[in-house]
């Protein structure tokens, strides 16, 4: 049975709808809530509905469900959904009304907007809050090239940053912005074109005891030859002028060589110390970069060496399960130079390692199911598990998989049960599944709950990605 509504003018960011659509999900055979945008309205339609006129400010209701018992069980839960975002948006703020960007900033004294609009309408935005003296993040992708740079450039000029397009992490002065771990305060700013690579790298040192001050998320392109690393210059001055800021730590896949070099002659007239941890074929991976900053600040505490599992030697391919497109590029990195062989992916090290996600495969493979091409009319993988749950269960039973990799993100914006979800198919499995686990005990999550549960449940549980890709390398008999 299916059921569409459209409400005008009904707006909600992208994040919040996603959540919605999860759980509006569950028991029925598809769910979309989402704003009424070109994309959205194709994908409603491939479900078999019929649209009437919209505007990219309506919000779609489509659901279909087995029954019209589940039907209407689905459409009450929007709406205890929609309504209990609503409570705790009124709540954060106070009792006051939704204000443009500009009218918060003259009122109420804010400096950073987070921008979670459709591509097309993130511009304008931005460009309002930057004219009132506010930072930006926009967390919306499909923003051109060309309006990026001139947003960068006008947040130059007002001495201002913006971070992003698509800058999925961030945190600002203790504040999670996006997908963000709770960690404690300290003294160690980051600067990171990734955002699952900043997590690991936040909660890996809050693992050691040590804070952060800031992490400052750049978005995807900004160390590309054309944007030339504007952000990343900006967050530079920002972080050398911080107070609370002793050290800064540069995460990120390859940047372009002549970005990277500007960057690298930047920092060394800098003051304060700046670590750069650039994934790639000559870069290090993200716990040895953790364990740099520990070394340059004279902290001892490994806790992720501390880790056991049970040594086993199995036979068969190595299959990569991944929510984070950083986290599955680190694993697949560390695989090729072990095995000396070709893993294949949906985002592959080289071109002719292409992988169909959603065909099969008798070899090394790793999927990225964060991928765009992978989460069209789907929530994130980090908030919504079922696709790689169903890839999970076909892997166990393939006679071609020998070991099986995952990794759990915890924290603001991923689901509050990903352990939960992930245990009954990690539980019937006889081959040995290693996962890495990134986040920490102040996460809503809570990472030793989570370590708990994945671990009676059969896998072996790492703080760090890197070794959890070893000890799965280690498992086929790949030599060191």
Not at 218 to 232: H, Q
Not at 293 to 316: I, N
Not at 321 to 333: K, P, V
Not at 451 to 464: C, K, N, Q, Y
């Amino acid at each position: 049975m299916k059921r569409i509504e459209i409400r005008p003018g009904f707006y909600r960011d992208s994040v919040s709808l996603m959540q919605v659509s999860q759980r509006a999900g569950v028991g029925v055979n598809g769910a979309l809530v989402a704003m009424a945008t070109p994309l959205n309205i194709e994908l409603a339609e491939q479900m078999g509905f019929t649209l009437p006129a919209t505007s990219a400010n309506d919000l779609i209701i489509a659901i279909d469900a087995p029954t019209e018992e589940s039907l209407l069980r689905a459409f009450a839960l929007v709406e205890e959904v929609l309504e209990e975002q609503l409570r705790k948006s009124r709540e954060h703020s106070s009792g006051s009304e939704v204000a443009a960007a500009r009218t918060l900033g003259r009122t109420h004294g804010a400096n950073v907007a987070l921008i979670s609009v459709p591509g097309e309408f993130a511009f304008i935005d931005a460009v309002d809050a930057l004219e009132n003296n506010m930072n930006v993040m926009i967390f919306s992708d499909n923003v051109t090239t060309e309006d990026e740079i001139h947003l960068k450039e006008l947040a130059k000029s007002r001495d201002l940053l913006v971070m992003g397009p698509d800058c999925g992490t961030a945190i600002i002065g203790g504040v999670g912005l996006g997908f963000a771990n709770v960690v404690t305060p300290g003294n160690v700013g980051i600067i990171a074109a990734s955002g699952t690579g900043a997590q690991h790298l936040t909660t890996l040192l809050n693992h050691a005891g040590v804070g952060i001050s800031h992490c400052i998320g750049l978005g995807g392109r900004d160390l590309s030859t054309i944007v030339a690393g504007r952000s990343a210059k900006q967050a530079l001055e920002l972080l050398a002028a911080d107070i609370n800021t002793e050290i800064i730590v540069f995460v990120s896949k390859p940047a372009a060589p002549e970005v990277a070099q500007s960057l690298h002659e930047i920092a060394n007239r800098m003051a304060k110390p700046v670590i750069f941890g650039l994934l790639g074929s000559t870069g290090s991976d993200i716990t040895e970069t953790a364990e740099k900053v520990l070394d340059e600040l004279g902290v001892t505490t490994r806790p992720w060496r501390d880790e056991s599992h049970a040594s086993l030697t199995v036979q068969g391919s190595l299959r990569g399960l991944f929510a984070g497109g950083t986290l599955c590029d680190e694993a697949m990195i560390i695989a090729s130079r072990r095995a000396n062989m070709p893993i294949y992916s949906n985002i592959p090290l080289k071109k002719e390692w292409y992988l169909d996600p959603f065909g099969a495969t008798d070899s090394h493979a790793f999927i990225d199911f964060g991928d765009d091409a992978m989460t069209v009319g789907r929530a994130h993988p980090m908030i919504d598990s079922k696709l790689r749950i169903e890839r999970l269960a076909k892997e166990i039973e393939d006679p071609a998989c020998g070991v099986i990799l995952l990794d759990v993100v915890l924290g603001h914006g991923a689901t509050a049960t990903p352990g939960e979800e992930l245990a009954a198919t990690i539980s019937t499995s006889t081959k040995p599944i290693y996962i890495s686990l990134i986040g920490t005990t102040l996460d809503p999550q809570n990472f030793e709950r989570q370590r708990s549960i994945l671990t009676e449940a059969g896998a072996s549980v790492f703080m760090s990605n890197a070794y959890a890709t070893h000890a799965a390398l280690d498992a086929l008999g790949v030599s060191r």
